[in-house]
C-alpha cells in the first residue's frame, strides 16, 4: 500500500488463486490509518487472511518539507558546535541566482557542546565528561524537547562516548525523549554530512515512530495477523519495530516503490535501463534503472540537507494532477502548490475552484468523466470549464488553448526533472525507454517522452498503483558501512577481509531478527575508491571473483574503480594509484511471495464509444478503450483513451499502443 497525498493506493495478491487486484481510496491526512482500512475493506479483503502487508510512508518526509518535525537539541563535541549552522561553503545550486541556503532544522541555541575527545583513529583523548553530559541532559528538560541528536567527533571509529553519552542522557530524561546517537545513523566520515543526517533522524523520527505504533495498534484491533513491513529509502523493507529504530531510513519510503517495481518490470521484460515516472495528484518523482539495477547513491539530500545513507537517486517536483495554475508577473505558472486531496481539482466537485492540471485534462477531454478512479465518482467537467475560463479571459485565450498551455508547462517542468538524473550526469535519455506510472503518468507520459526524444513508453500493469506493486515483492534490506581509509600501497588483505567478514555476520544478524530465514539470505559487498588526491568517492561492487586474499586483488579492484570512472566521468587514469576510504555489505532477505504477475480479475466491460479530443490545438474523434479489451499483440494508432480502475492512458494522433503478453502496454512515440 502506497499513501499518497491525494490516493492511497493498494494492490493485493491472492496467494491461492495468484489473482492480482488494485484499488484506491481517498487519502485520509487527519489520521491516514482510516485511509489505509477503507482501501483493505474497498477490495474486500479478510483482515483475518492478510499474510503480509507492505507499506510506504512519507510521514518523516513530509514532516520535513511542512517544518513540523519534533523540537531537537543537538550535543556534539566541545569546539565543534557550528559545524552544522557552517555546513559547506559551495551552493548546491552554482548557477540558481535565486539560491537560499535552507535554514537549519537546529538553531544554534539548540546546540549544547560538551567536554571529552576522542582522537581520529578512534582512541581517547581526554575522557568523556559526564558533568556537561547531565548539564545537557538538564537543558533538554528545562526547554521541553522531544529528541536530542548526539554527534560526538570520530564517533565512527569508536563509539564508546557517545554509548556513555545516550547511559546519561536516559536516565536524566527517561523513555519520553528520543536519543539519537549519530554512529548508528551514519557510521562514516565527513562530520557536516554526518551531524544533519542525524538531526535528521532526531527531527523526523518521533513523527514515525507515532504513526507506526498508531498502525500496529489498529491492525492488532482489526485482528490483522501479518504486521506491518515499511519501505525503506533503499528500495528494501524492514519490519515496522526496526523502521521505528532507524526512522530516517523511511524518508522516501513511498516514492521508492515504484523504482523497485521498475527493477523487476525490467528483469521480466529482459530490458536494461529505464526512466521511472510516477506522476500522482501533489508530486513528480523520477529515477532510474541502469543495467537492471536500481540507481542507488551512498549519500544523498532531502530538501537542501545532505544525508549520510543508502537510498535510490530520485528528483521530485511539485508537478501533480492537483499542480494549481496560475497568473504571475503576466506569466502562467503551474505548481508547485497543490490543491492536494482536499478541495481537490474543481470538476472533483468538492469545492476546489483554483484550475489544476486535472482541470485541463478534464477541458481537453482527455479523462473519461464517467470513468474517474474507477467509476467511483464523476468529475464535473463544467466546474473545470468555469476554473479554466477564469484564467484564460485573463490572458485572452480560449479555455482549450489555455489547457494544452498548462500541460505543455507541466510536461515541460517534469521533462526537465528527468535531465536532472540523465543529461546532467551524462547519460542520453534516448537510451532508456519511458516507464510511466502513478495515477497521472499515462496521461503525460507521451508527451513528456517527446520532450526528451524517447520512442519507447512503457505502461506497466495497474498503472495507478504501480508503486504499492514494487513494494509487494521487495527484498528485505539492511545496509551496514564501516570507514576503512588506506591507500592502495598499504592495503592489509586480511585485515580487509576480517573487516568485511564482521560485516557479514553482523547483516546475517539483523536479516535473523526480521525473520528471515538463512536459505533467503544474500550478502552483497562494495568498497568506496577515489584516486589518491581526490575528495569524493565511486562504490566499486565486489563478486566472489574478488576476495581479498588474492594477490592481484588491489590491481584488479583499481582497474574496475578506473572503468566506473570513465563510465560515470567519462575520463580515467589508470595509472594513478587509489584510496579505499569506505567498505559496505547489504543484507538481502528474498521475498517469499516476489513481484507476481498473474491473471488478473476480469473488470467490467464499457459500450464501445468516442468521445471529442484536443491533441495539438484541433479536436479529434477519438475511441475509449477498456485496457483489457485490446486485442494482444496489435498495434493500435492513435488517438485513443485508454481506461481502467487506477488511471486514463492517453494516445495521442502521433503515437501508437500495443497490449503484450506480460500485460503491460508499450507505446510507440512518432517525433
Known sequence: MDIGGTFTDIVVHDTETGALRASKADTTPSDLTEGVLTAIAQLEVPPTEILSFVHGTTQGLNALLERRGSKTLLVTTQGMGDVYRIARGNRSQMFDIHYRKPEPLVARHDTVEIGGRLRYDGSELHPLDEASVRAAAATARAGGYAAVAVCLLFAYTNESHELAAEAILREELGEEVAIVLSHRVAREWREYERTSSTVLEAYTGPVV?????????????????????????????????????????????????????????????????????????????????????????????????????????????????????????????????????????????????????????????????????????????????????????????????????????????????????????????????LVAFGGAGPMHAEAIARELGIAEVIIPEFPGAFSAWGMLGSDVRRDLSAQYYVHEDQLDRSDLASVLADLVSEADGELARQCVPADRRRFEQAIDMRYAGQDYTLTVPLTELDEPTLEDFAARISARYSEQHRRRYGHATPEAKVEFVSIRVTGLGANEFGHLTGERYREDDIAARSASVWFDGRSWETPIRRRDSLPIGEAIAGPMLIVEDTTTTVISPRASIRRETLGHLTMEVQA
Do not use: W
Not at 244 to 258: A, D, I
Not at 305 to 316: G, I, K
Not at 405 to 430: F, S
Open 209 to 433: 515512530r507515532r504513526y507506526l505504533t498508531r498502525i500496529e495498534d489498529r491492525f492488532e484491533r482489526e485482528g490483522i495477523p501479518s504486521g506491518v513491513q515499511v519501505m525503506q529509502s533503499s528500495g528494501g523493507i524492514v519490519g515496522a519495530g526496526y523502521a521505528s529504530e532507524h526512522p530516517l531510513q523511511t524518508l522516501l519510503s513511498g516514492p521508492v516503490g515504484g523504482t523497485a517495481g521498475g527493477v523487476a518490470l525490467m528483469q521480466l521484460l529482459g530490458r536494461k535501463n529505464a526512466i521511472c515516472v510516477d506522476m500522482g495528484g501533489t508530486s513528480f518523482d523520477a529515477s532510474l534503472v541502469i543495467d537492471g539495477q536500481p540507481d542507488i547513491s551512498t549519500d544523498g539530500e532531502a530538501d537542501g540537507f545532505p544525508v549520510l545513507m543508502p537510498l535510490v537517486n530520485l528528483h521530485t517536483i511539485g508537478a501533480g494532477g492537483g499542480s494549481v495554475a496560475f497568473s504571475e508577473s503576466g506569466a502562467l505558472r503551474v505548481g508547485p502548490r497543490s490543491a492536494g486531496a482536499q478541495p481537490g481539482p474543481a470538476c472533483y466537485g468538492r469545492g476546489g475552484v483554483e484550475p489544476t492540471v486535472t482541470d485541463a485534462n478534464a477541458v481537453l477531454r482527455r479523462v473519461d468523466p464517467e470513468h474517474f478512479a474507477g467509476g467511483r465518482f464523476s468529475l464535473d467537467v463544467a466546474a473545470s470549464d468555469r476554473a479554466i475560463a477564469g484564467l484564460a479571459e485573463e490572458f485572452g485565450m480560449s479555455t482549450s488553448d489555455l489547457s494544452e498551455g498548462i500541460l505543455d508547462i507541466a510536461n515541460a517542468k517534469m521533462a526537465q526533472a528527468i535531465r536532472t538524473l540523465t543529461v546532467d550526469h551524462g547519460r542520453e535519455p534516448t537510451d532508456f525507454s
